[in-house]
């Protein structure tokens, strides 16, 4: 609406552009009408002496009064033509030494346009036929100086038409190019190739919705938009075509695309405020459907004509009026953007309303086809529309956003509540298992032997040296337990160099070598204190009983990784003894092995030894990976037979 008012202060008034004084501004002119017998090409020469005398007056702009149903009947009928000629004097024109140019607002006809200077064709059309794109072109010929120096004198123009068809012409300028041509190039830069830009810009906004569309199918408004577009643009074709166009199809296409136009604002409409209107819509569907059948060339049933068309164009002008305010109707209470897609049509309705004036020679031939611009209004309507509605959708993400936002944070406080009190409990329960681990191992382990040694003592059956041999065992014992605490990080050689810094000093009152020869093995993920116990008590039995039962003196502990697991290996060089008897054995070094068997099971390993005369060599196998926990009923059964082979120890 901005462009409109902007182009109303720019072009009021029909002739209000200011020229140079070396320009004539002819105004007055003499014409005549003759009958033809069909359109033809114009000649070369002609003199408008050799015309027959019956020249009238008349003053420029020159606009007939046409009678649109008689023009209609006759130009249905008859294919005559006429040969409206005007005469125009150039005596006044001031001197000029260059050559000159001859400019028109508007020359309106729907045939040929011919230009003659001084009787000599200087400018012609280069189609003949009923021409469908050339009254939005200004006039603009270019006359060269004769060679003999002669002066223009006259100026004649031929306009060839339908017979029942009135001309109408502009006030002509004629004076220096340099000096109209600014004046030309805006008229038609502002009549024809703005509105062809914005055309261009409609449609390349509508195949982006088509696309759009096509990943939306649900959303029916981009559809009509393309389809909007696309007639909007086809009803523009007169902007795209430079040579004057006489093909009936193109008459056609143009004509029915402004009722196609209507019809998709109708659908538009009705998406917006939601009524059906069952009644209007069969209406403006058949009475589309009804044009585009009478006016199709190959049928000829309703000749599309230069003097059939402006009835149609009312008819067309009727229904979009109809749109526009059963629409407007319809959304006054129910949508905002359809009030504002029926006030749109309806400025757009207004806007053709004054071409078919201009068109039918009801107005001035020097105003303006305001219609040019209806393709910028509904650009304008419909694509503020969309800008609302993605505007819309943004904030809605946004306060989507926003709200999952707030969801969140207060369910990350929840949760974080929630972990909090888990680590808690957690932490309560790992200290409370951990602390009746210890107890039941210092019960069933430390604390048998020390029971068993005081009841030794008490009775008076055990020499001081064997006192002191137990309770060196238990204080072994509850060191082995403190270092299982130690954090390992699941290195096994560093649990095993524990128990070496335990086991060397006892070792060396012994008289017994120690050969230690591990390498390097992966970590082990599930070591944990429980499972660092067992592996130490397992050693720590495998190394007393070397100690108690086969008098050797090196001891070589080793370790090697397989293709599931680690393997420690301890080896001696004592006397050796039946492995399957030992097991069988209900003795305490028959319940040792029981013992190291029941500890390897708990952390998913397994032990095995190789005896000969000349040695032992004991092997135990750990996984790199473990599936579960050891189950608190095998710990608690590994407890109970250490604590009963402690006690018969």
């Given amino acids: 609406m901005a462009l409109l008012a902007a182009m109303g202060a720019l072009f009021g008034g029909a002739g209000g552009e200011r020229h140079p004084e070396a320009l004539l501004h002819m105004t007055q002119a003499d014409w005549q009408v003759e009958d033809a017998s069909g359109f033809s090409a114009p000649p070369l020469t002609q003199d408008s002496t050799a015309l027959p005398d019956t020249w009238a007056h008349v003053e420029l702009p020159l606009a007939l009064p046409i009678a649109l149903l008689r023009q209609a009947k006759d130009g249905a009928s008859t294919g005559a033509t006429r040969i409206t000629w005007i005469r125009l004097s150039a005596r006044d024109l001031p001197p000029t030494s260059g050559p000159l140019a001859l400019y028109g607002v508007r020359v309106k006809t729907d045939g040929t346009i011919a230009v003659y200077a001084n009787g000599h064709l200087v400018h012609r059309a280069q189609q003949q036929g009923p021409l469908w794109n050339s009254t939005r072109t200004p006039l603009w010929v270019i006359l060269e ?27 002509l300028w004629l004076g220096p190019p340099e000096a109209l041509r600014s004046s030309y190039r805006l008229r038609e830069w502002l009549q024809q190739e703005l509105p062809a830009m914005l055309g261009a810009a409609f449609m390349a906004v509508g195949v982006f919705a088509l696309f759009v569309w096509f990943k939306r199918q649900h959303e029916m408004g981009y559809l009509l938009f393309f389809n909007l577009a696309a007639t ?48 209007l ?30 009835l149609i164009y009312s008819v067309a002008a ?13 959304a006054w209470r129910r949508s905002n953007e359809g009030r504002l897609v029926a006030a749109g049509i309806g400025v757009c309705t207004l806007l053709g309303v004054t071409d078919w004036l201009l068109q039918n020679n009801f107005i001035s031939p020097e105003s303006w086809y305001l219609g040019a611009y209806t393709s910028a209004v509904a650009f304008s309507v419909f694509g503020a529309l969309m800008y609302r509605r993605y505007v819309d959708a943004i904030a809605e993400v946004e306060d989507l956003n ?15 509540d929630s972990h909090r009190r888990l680590r808690e409990v957690e932490r309560r329960q790992t200290i409370s298992d951990e602390r009746q681990r210890l107890m039941q191992d210092m019960h069933d382990g430390l604390g048998s032997s020390l029971i068993s040694a005081i009841r030794s003592v008490e009775g008076g059956g055990m020499s001081d040296t064997k006192v002191s041999q137990i309770l060196k065992s ?13 954090p390992v990080e699941a290195d096994l050689l560093l649990l095993l160099a524990t128990l070496r810094y335990r086991l060397e000093p006892r070792l060396e009152g012994t008289g017994v070598s120690l050969q230690w020869e591990v390498q390097e093995l992966p970590d082990l993920p599930w ?3 429980s499972s660092a116990l067992h592996i130490l008590r397992i050693v720590q039995e495998s190394i007393a009983n070397i100690l108690r039962h086969t008098r050797a003196t090196e001891i070589r502990v080793g370790t090697a990784l397989s293709a599931s697991g680690v393997q420690v290996t301890i080896e001696d060089n004592g006397q050796g003894f039946d492995v399957d008897k030992a097991l069988g054995n209900a003795s305490a070094s028959g319940r040792g092995l029981q013992n190291q068997l029941r500890r390897a099971q708990a952390i998913k390993g397994t032990v095995t030894w190789e005896s000969r005369a000349s040695g032992t060599r004991f092997m135990l196998w750990l996984p790199l990976e473990r599936a579960g926990k050891v189950a608190p009923a095998v710990q608690s059964s590994m407890q109970s037979a250490n604590a009963g082979t402690r006690a018969r120890a």
Avoid at 474 to 486: G, R
Wanted: proline residues 5%; neutral net charge.
């Fill in 318 to 330: 009727l229904m979009g009026a109809a749109v526009c305010l059963v629409g407007g109707i319809s």
């Fill in 402 to 416: 926003a709200s999952l936002a707030e969801r969140l944070q207060k369910r990350e406080a929840e949760l974080e």
């Fill in 527 to 529: 070591l944990d204190p």
């Fill in 232 to 279: 909007s643009f086809l009803r523009g074709l007169h902007f795209y075509v430079g040579l004057p166009v006489a093909n009936d199809w193109f008459a056609w296409l143009t004509v029915n695309a402004l009722f196609w136009l209507v019809m998709v604002v109708h659908f538009f409409l009705r998406q917006l405020h939601g009524r059906p209107l069952k009644w």
């Fill in 474 to 486: 238990c204080l072994d014992d509850l060191k082995l337990t403190l270092d299982s605490l130690e």
């Fill in 281 to 310: 819509t069969y209406g403006v569907v058949g009475i589309t459907a009804t044009i585009a059948v009478l006016t199709m060339p190959n049928l000829a049933i309703l000749r599309n004509t230069p003097q059939v068309t402006p």
């Fill in 145 to 171: 100086k004769n060679a003999d120096g002669t002066p223009l004198k006259e100026i004649l123009l031929r306009l060839e038409h339908t017979q029942s068809a009135q001309v109408a012409l502009s006030s």
